[in-house]
């Protein structure tokens, strides 16, 4: 069986070791892995990644990473034959996520990048994880991995984001919605919504997981993603 080329697509101040087991377990797959250091707008970001990637791939896309996918999809529908959105939300930013992200651009102008990472890892872990030395270790070294400039790109890139709900109905790929349910940063309403508004999306839920369940429930994910990139 010949098997698709798979495009990642990240979040926001994390980069291609968030899909470390992942990559393990798909070492004999064609894998590839978005640029999302260079652009300011969710738009740039998606035209880098049709650039680079194959004719017709899977894109598994996480948080930051489903903006972009939306925005592929919206350029590009034929060329994504599956589609894995985890740990995202379909709709732009409202006023308290402006002022939040506000607040971070704010500590880096001051100089403070570093109180950035600590400020989101509330949100990113649920509160029996926030001791996990590796977990927060691997936080930590992507954000500074990451660094100031390209995360001021990135937020810039977010705040300025479009509303994709009213385009969801157009995506005919396969969909798969990944979430943990304790996720600080995407609720449950956020993901109904693109359950109800995507056509066929299939969802799963993984109890206790955060903002990263690549790496909080590597090996739940990765059985998740590879049954749905394997399906017929």
Do not use: C, N
């Not at 080329?5 to 892995?33: F, Y």
């Not at 500074?144 to 937020?155: D, P």
Request: hydrophobic content about 45%.
């Amino acid at each position: 069986m010949s098997r698709l080329p798979i495009v990642l697509a990240s979040g926001q101040l994390l980069t291609e070791e968030t899909w470390t087991p992942q990559r393990a377990a798909w070492a004999d797959r064609d894998v590839h892995h978005a640029d999302h250091t260079r652009d300011e707008t969710i738009a740039g970001m998606a035209t880098r990644l049709l650039a680079a990637a194959p004719e017709r791939f899977a894109l598994v896309a996480h948080a930051m990473g489903g903006f972009v996918a939306f925005e592929v999809m919206r350029r590009a529908p034929g060329r994504v034959a599956r589609l894995a959105l985890i740990a995202t939300l379909p709709a732009a930013d409202g006023p308290a996520q402006t002022a939040r992200r506000q607040g971070y651009i704010d500590l880096v102008d001051a100089g403070r990048f570093d109180q950035v990472i600590e400020e989101r890892i509330p949100m990113l872990f649920p509160p029996a994880k926030r001791d996990d030395a590796p977990l927060l270790a691997l936080a930590r070294r992507m954000a500074a991995q990451t660094g100031a400039e390209t995360f001021l790109r990135q937020q810039r890139a977010i705040m300025s984001r479009i509303d994709s709900r009213p385009t969801l109905g157009a995506i005919t790929a396969p969909v798969l919605l990944i979430r943990g349910d304790a996720d600080g940063i995407t609720t449950a309403e956020q993901q109904q919504e693109m359950l109800d508004g995507i056509p066929g999306a299939h969802l799963e839920i993984l109890p206790g997981v955060g903002h990263l369940p690549t790496i909080e429930a590597a090996g739940q994910t990765t059985a998740l993603l590879t049954d749905w990139l394997d399906r017929a």
